[in-house]
């Protein structure tokens, strides 16, 4: 019997939690700065892939985009002052189910 192929999106959610987890459990700085780098690069090609293969116009890409952009707020907030993590955690599952619906827009959900 044949492996399951898995897709692109997938395995780059597992990559992405991976490397977090890992830059999370490292305690050698020059390695923690090294996987810090190499996220941020694979979550700019991410947004490029992203970018290039959803239309702008729509109305879930822009709600999405806009709920997004609130939770990254909140999130910079949260970091700052922990107290203030409960919001962003509503902001980032609102932004989820946006990132949802636009999936199940086009057609990928």
């Known amino acids: 019997m044949a492996a399951q192929q898995t897709s692109l999106g997938d395995e780059l959610n597992a990559f992405a939690s991976g ?45 999405a985009t806009a709920g997004v952009e609130k939770a990254n707020q909140a999130i910079d907030k949260a ?17 989820v189910d946006l990132l949802a619906k636009l999936a199940k827009a086009i057609g990928v959900a």
Do not use: F, M
């Not at 694979?42 to 109305?59: D, F, M, P, S, W």
């Not at 700052?80 to 902001?91: F, G, V, Y």
């Open 19 to 63: 490397v977090l987890d890992l830059l999370l459990a490292t305690e050698d700085v020059k390695q923690a700065k090294r996987l810090r780098s190499l996220l941020e690069k694979a979550h700019t090609r991410i947004a490029q892939l992203v970018e290039g293969n959803v239309k702008e116009a729509t109305a879930e890409y822009q709600a």
């Open 79 to 95: 970091t700052n002052d922990l107290s203030k993590t409960a919001d962003a955690i509503d902001k980032i599952a609102k932004a």
